[in-house]
């Protein structure tokens, strides 16, 4: 297929994505875009939850390789200004998830036309950024009938120069949990704390407490990060809170830093309540685990750049990021690597960062994703 004809194509696709965002789990118009061009492709496909697709293309009998795209939007008001903006107010493509269903849809078309010698799957994933999105599609089968035996995935990313690709093995990001902390204390007259327990001041000391684990209880060596986000407490200025609730995140790199700081939460919690007199509830979820791209299939990723794009054209991305992403979950089924695909231009103004109300893409991006995307599973399938 011409450069030229790809590119028209999924700029098209992309903008028609771009201009109707949706948010996690309600992608009822993204799904219904993707399920056009499939059946204008004769890739059968089927709807695995309301909004997630899962599509199938045998070659032949060689093993099974599953191609990951994101759907999702954001909650924010598009400021671009572009014709092709947002036409949902409050709800904007800040992420490149549109860009990352477009280049899925071209790699599917690019391997349409030159079968693969096994199987390809192609999977068009919900609600990324709430998480839970790749989970809910691996729960539906997505990785059985066939198995999948790796799984590749990609984002595009500002902070590389559109042409480029930047893929490493090991750690990619992070693994992200959340936390709840309700603290029980006692209201009463402001006038009158002896009367009370307050549990604004347990709040606060709490607050400041916890940045002791990352300071004083992680290995200084290990990444990890603890944010509390929300500390919510009291009614008015002179009523005793008698209660308040904290909520965060963390963030590390390590299994065994993650199991770590939970316990030491807790342990602090504990500890600061009963001091006081109050009592708490505590809650720990795990939103995503570390996304660790396998060595062989990273290394399989960059041979197949580097013959695509020149050895100059594929970077190293560097240290990893504290951010998480849910293609990790894939990554615990099968082995596999999550690529970025670089979207920069300054002439563009396209370097702006992920989730702001100004970010937008170098479109000729659309054309390196898709075709490394297609020849990364047209290689696999033909391993015997
Ligand atoms: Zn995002
Ligand atoms: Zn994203």
Known sequence: MKDSDLLKELISIRREIHAHPELGNREFKTAKVIERVLKGLKIPHKRVTPTGIVATLKGGEGPCVALRADMDAL??????????????SGVMHACGHDAHVAMLLGAARLLKNRPPRGTVKFLFQPNEEGAGGARELIKKG????????????????????SGTVAIKAGPLMAAVDRFEIEIFGQGGHAAYPHEGKDALLMASELAVSLQTIVSRKVDPLEPAVLT???LNAGTRYNILAGSALLTGTVRTLSEKTRALIPKLIRRITEGITRAHGGKFRFEYESAGSVLSNDPAMAGLAYRIAVALLGKAKV???GLPSMGGEDFS?????????????????PRMKTGIPWHH???????????????????????FTARA
């Open 315 to 317: 970077l190293e991305p």
């Open 142 to 161: 997505a990785m059985k009938n066939p198995r999948v035996q790796a799984t590749f995935g990609l984002h595009v990313n500002p902070r590389f120069p």
């Open 357 to 379: 109300p100004r970010f937008d893409l170098d479109e000729s991006a659309l054309p390196v994703g898709a075709r490394l995307l297609a020849a990364v599973a047209g290689e």
């Open 75 to 88: 909650p924010l008001t598009e400021v671009t200004g572009k014709p092709y903006a947002s036409k949902n």
């Open 329 to 345: 979950e894939y990554l615990k089924h099968s082995p596999g690597c999550f690529i970025y695909v670089g979207t920069a231009d």
């Open 228 to 230: 509390v986000g929300t």
